[in-house]
C-alpha cells in the first residue's frame, strides 16, 4: 500500500478500502499508516467523514521486532477507538483486539529455495505461526490456500473463510483502458505479435520455462515473427532469466519491460497474442484473470491456486515441462477454434472475479468475527 503499486497485497488493501468507504454506512475506519517512504493517500478517503488516518513514520522492523519478542506496543495504543483490527497481510503485531489477518500464500514453506534470505528473515520476523494461531478469523484467497493453513500451520479450519478476491474492471474492454492500445502500442515499440509474461521476474515465476519455450516454437514458420514481452521488476532469480534470454539463441526477439505503468496494464494485456504464467506456487494468481478480463487467451500452470482458478478457462500445463508449455503455445497459434473457445471461456470466468463479491463477503466476515466477542 505504502509503495503504490496496484497488483498484489496493495492493490488488494486498496480495493477493498475503496469498497468499504464508498460502500459502508455502518461502520468507520482508522488506518494505521506506517513507513519512511510512502504514497500520498486517495483524497476522497481522507475527505471521507467515516475515515481517519494514524500516519507514523516509525521503524517497522523495530514495530515488529518489539511485536514479536516483547508484544508491545499494542496495535490499539495508535487506534484507540478501533473495536476490531483487519491486517490484509499477516504481520508482526500485538493486539487484544479482535482481529482478522488475510493470508495470501505460504509459498516461503513450500519452496524456500525460491526466496533470499533477507525474504526468509523478514517472514520469521513476522512470526506467522504466532499470527495465524492467535487470529480471531483469517481470510485465505483460496481453498489451496486454506488447506495450506491447515496443514502446515495447523489452523483450526473452522476460522478460515475462503474469500476469492477480485478483477478490477479497468481490464474488461467494455469499462476501457486509462491508457490506450496504441499509445502503450508505440511507447514500447511492439508492432510485432508477442507472446507475454507480466509479473515479478523471480525464480517461483518460472520465467526460465516461458524463454526455453519460447526458443522452441520460434522456430516454426507460424511463430516466426513473433517476439517475447516479459514485463515486470527483476526479484530473487532474475540473474538466472537474464541470462538464460541471452544465452537462448533469440535474445534480439525477447523484450523486457521493468517500469511498465499500472495504467499501461490493460492495454498491454490486450495487444498479447496470448499470456503466459506457469508459476509454481500461486495463493491465487491475479495476472491470468486480468489477461482474461483483457480477452487475451491464458496459459497457465497446473498447480496450486491455479487450477481452482482457471480451471475449464484457460490452457494448464506442467510447469516442469517445456514440452508441454511449447505445445500449448503452438496449439493456440494454430487452432482457430481452441483459441476463440478458450478467450470465450476466460473471460467469463474472470467476470465471476468481482471486488464487489470480496468486499461484502469480507464485511460479513467482520460482523460475524464482532459479533462473537
Excluded: C
Amino acid at each position: 500500500m505504502a509503495r503504490g503499486r496496484a497488483a498484489g497485497i496493495p492493490g488488494y488493501t486498496r480495493e477493498l478500502l475503496n469498497y468499504f468507504f464508498s460502500r459502508d454506512d455502518d461502520n468507520s475506519y482508522q488506518l494505521f499508516y506506517n513507513a519512511f517512504s510512502k504514497e500520498p493517500l486517495p483524497s476522497d478517503w481522507l475527505n471521507n467523514a467515516r475515515v481517519s488516518v494514524v500516519d507514523r513514520k516509525l521503524p517497522n522492523r523495530l514495530l515488529d521486532f518489539s511485536a514479536r519478542l516483547f508484544k508491545t506496543p499494542r496495535i490499539e495504543y495508535f487506534l484507540p477507538e478501533a473495536e476490531l483490527i483487519f491486517s490484509p497481510h499477516f504481520n508482526s503485531l500485538a493486539t487484544k483486539r479482535p482481529r482478522i489477518i488475510t493470508f495470501h500464500d505460504l509459498s516461503f514453506l513450500q519452496f524456500p529455495s525460491f526466496f533470499s534470505r533477507k525474504q526468509l528473515a523478514w517472514h520469521w520476523l513476522q512470526d506467522y505461526r504466532r499470527q495465524a494461531r492467535e487470529a480471531d478469523g483469517i481470510i485465505a484467497v483460496s481453498e489451496f490456500t486454506k488447506s495450506d493453513l491447515v496443514n502446515l500451520l495447523d489452523v483450526d479450519s473452522k476460522k478460515i473463510r475462503v474469500i476469492p478476491l477480485g478483477v478490477s474492471s479497468e481490464f474488461f474492454p467494455s469499462a476501457g483502458s486509462s491508457a490506450s492500445v496504441l499509445t502503450v502500442k508505440q511507447k514500447y515499440h511492439l508492432d510485432k505479435p508477442f507472446l507475454l509474461y507480466l509479473g515479478a521476474l523471480e525464480a517461483r515465476k518460472n520465467v526460465v520455462a516461458i524463454i526455453q519455450a519460447f526458443s522452441v516454437v520460434s522456430k516454426m514458420k507460424k511463430l516466426s515473427d513473433f517476439n517475447l514481452v516479459l514485463a515486470g521488476r527483476p526479484g530473487f532469480g532474475s540473474k538466472k532469466i537474464f541470462k538464460e534470454a541471452k544465452e537462448s539463441g533469440v535474445s534480439d526477439r525477447i523484450i523486457f519491460l521493468h517500469n511498465v505503468l499500472d495504467s499501461e496494464r490493460p492495454a498491454l494485456y490486450s495487444l498479447a497474442r496470448t499470456f503466459i504464467y506457469p508459476s509454481f506456487f500461486e495463493g491465487f494468481g491475479f495476472p491470468p484473470l486480468e489477461a482474461q478480463a483483457a480477452q487475451t487467451p491464458v496459459i497457465g500452470a497446473d498447480r496450486t491456486s491455479l487450477v481452482e482458478v482457471l480451471i475449464g478457462s484457460a490452457l494448464l500445463v506442467d510447469p516442469w515441462r517445456v514440452g508441454e508449455l511449447a505445445d500449448a503455445i503452438v496449439a493456440l497459434e494454430t487452432d482457430s477454434g481452441l483459441r476463440a473457445k478458450i478467450i470465450k471461456a476466460g473471460n467469463e470466468n474472470a467476470e465471476l472475479f468481482t471486488w464487489s463479491s470480496a468486499a461484502n463477503k469480507t464485511l460479513e466476515f467482520f460482523a460475524d468475527i464482532y459479533g462473537r466477542r
